[in-house]
């Protein structure tokens, strides 16, 4: 024991790394064989002489020249190209990865890819007039479908050679298409190619928007991969020739090809069908109605495509270039637009929600339209400046109410408000053939006499335009020259309510305030509804209602409405209607439309001028045609004293004339001339003195006559409490002994 620990020597134990440590030595049979290591072995006494721990590392030296150096060498190149492709490796699948995740997540932001379906085609109106001649169209412009096998084959390899030279070997993406557009794209440094094929531009039409971006092309991608799984090629190309949008509101090659050249697809050039190829890129900056230059020259690089692509040969490419045969007309600027706007308001109530696209047949005589337009547009033109006057509106329509002719402004494109149905003006004196028909119906005659003096109603002190008075007048001439101060004793003798009611028997159907003022025209209509009411005094005293509307059918020719005549509703005592007539036609000969005057036709009609000139109209009929013009500012600022025997009488007379040209004559219903007294309220006031200052009371009427089984409306008293006055002459004096007066 003791030689034992002697030879040892004394060993301190060891604890935690260095225990573990201490016994851990390489031996031989760790090395790796043949390592081209060609240093003598230590022995086993010389290595547990060295140190393990104090001495420093030792330097190494460089390796010797010669084959071992590139045994080294190969070996050190291994682990960098390991680690180069497992990283690579490591990569390519986050990538997949992502991809897969972003298709997922653009997935779940469109509807499920099972339940696409390719939408329907907007529904469009198509309108034409009376004739069957289009007039307008509402919605957007798409022709009917059309079949690959219909067209010429160059007209769908023009659209592949620009746009899409692999259509027929990719899969709805080319990543060559896209790889050179990149490319290019970077060259011109900004966007000058794009790789969307086809397929993907079918996507963005049928079921995306226009904007632009990353999701929106992901969606676009993700679309045209179901596309072209779910339909052939053929197909898909089908589709995208019928919905692609060529500018000016057409979508599809038949809308395009009527639109730009008036011809069906089947029948264009291969100029025409490299210009419409070329349209797709830029279809608002290319059209051919607003840009030409831009399109031909376009269409030329189409063309250069096509040859390009052996789909023509070089000589028909050269022999093409040049201007194809235009046939484009202005967009928007005719006033038939605003027929066309009215009828799209009242379509609903017709025939609902427009599911399909549809023609409405209508009134609208095209000739007559053109005419009214003309005659609107020339005089504005002619004296807007001299008298202020910047806006006008005409309507015309047949006695029973069918509209021949509507202008809504002078300039649709400029302005889509149609002053004819939508705005509501002043008519002035033009309303008064209302308070006229109410003293007619209440016992009157054209023959009765009347007081044309000053006039006052309650501190409202009216006066005649010419501010002269003419004393004793028969209703006839008071009439004839728009005389205010007979116009509101009428209506305060009959009472304003009875005015209102007439107004509203015969169409109006604006609110009317019942008070003094209305019998000059101050409550505010439209020209379509006082020309309606107009009417019953040409057609015999029947309503009328206006309507432009016959008929409404589906492109298959299904009915979905047709107008059903209007009941016979007499509104006007025929009698009456004589009377009113035999007036208004001499507003025609002596009065203040003088100008109005259509040679071989009996014709009536009102002026009217509002306050302060803001409102100028004349509404005129024959037995054939009744027509309403207003002319004013949109912004009711005054006029430079235009009046309804002027600018209005002007154009009215060049429509009416022209309407009536090669139809045949007929007279106005009822004249007559020969009225006699027809009560003891006659007799008394062919005898009354000339009224002085003061407006005369309120007086009952005589009882109404009655006449065919017709009978007026009773009077409705205002003020009961008011007495008539000794300045209202001997007619209130009698009229308040005699039907007992207010007491």
Partial sequence: MGSAKKKGGRKEPLFGLPAALADLRLTAADRIPGGGDDRPKKSASKRKAEPVDDEPPRERKAPAKGGGAKRRSKSSIRPGLGRLIYWGAVLSLWGVIAVIGVVIWVGAHLPPIQSLEIPKRPPTIQIVGMDGTPLAQRGEMTGANVSLKDLPPYLPKAFIAIEDRRFYSHFGIDPIGILRALVTNVLHRGVSQGGSTLTQQLAKNLFLTQERTMQRKLQEAELAIWLERKHSKNEILELYLNRVYFGSGAYGVEAAAQKYFGKPAKNVTIAEAAMLAGLVKSPSRLAPNRNPEGAEARAKVVLAAMADAQFITEAQAQASIGHPSYNVKPVGAGTVNYVADWIGEVLDDLVGQIDDSIKVETTIDPKLQAVAEAAVIDELAAKSVKFNVSQGALVAMTPDGAVRAMVGGRNYSESQYNRAVTAKRQPGSSFKPFVYLTAMEQ???????????????????????????????????????????????????????????TAHRLGITSKLEPNASIALGTSEVSVVEMVGAYASFANGGFA??????????????????MRQPDEHNQVIEPRYVGMMNTMMRETLISGTAKK????????????????????????????NLVTGVWLGNDDNSPTRKATGGGLPVEVWTRFMRAAHE??????????????????????????????????????????????????????????????????????????????????
């Fill in 443 to 501: 016992g009157l005659t054209p023959d009765t006499v009347r007081q044309d003096a000053p006039i006052e109603v309650k501190g409202w002190k009216p006066e005649n335009y010419t501010h002269e008075y003419f004393g004793a007048v028969t209703l006839t001439h008071a009439l004839a020259m728009s005389l205010n101060s007979v116009a509101i004793r009428l209506g305060l003798e009959v009472g304003p309510k009875n005015v209102v009611r």
């Fill in 544 to 561: 009328a209602v206006p309507h432009v509307v016959t008929r409404i059918k589906t492109l298959d020719g299904k009915l979905l409405y």
């Fill in 662 to 743: 090669g139809v045949q004559v007929a007279a106005l219903p009822n004249l007559q001339t020969n009225w006699g007294p027809s009560n003891l309220v006659q007799i008394s006031s062919q005898i009354s003195p000339p009224a002085q200052a003061a407006a005369p009371g309120l007086a009952p009427g005589p009882a109404p006559v009655s006449n065919g089984g017709y009978r007026a409306p009773p009077p409705t008293r205002t003020n009961v409490n008011a007495r008539p006055e000794a300045a209202a002459g001997l007619d209130g004096w009698l009229m308040d002994r005699l039907f007992g007066g207010n007491r």
């Fill in 596 to 623: 109005a005057e259509i040679p071989g036709w009996q014709a009536a009609g009102k002026t009217g001028t509002s306050q302060d000139y803001r409102d100028a109209w004349f509404i005129g009929y024959t037995a």
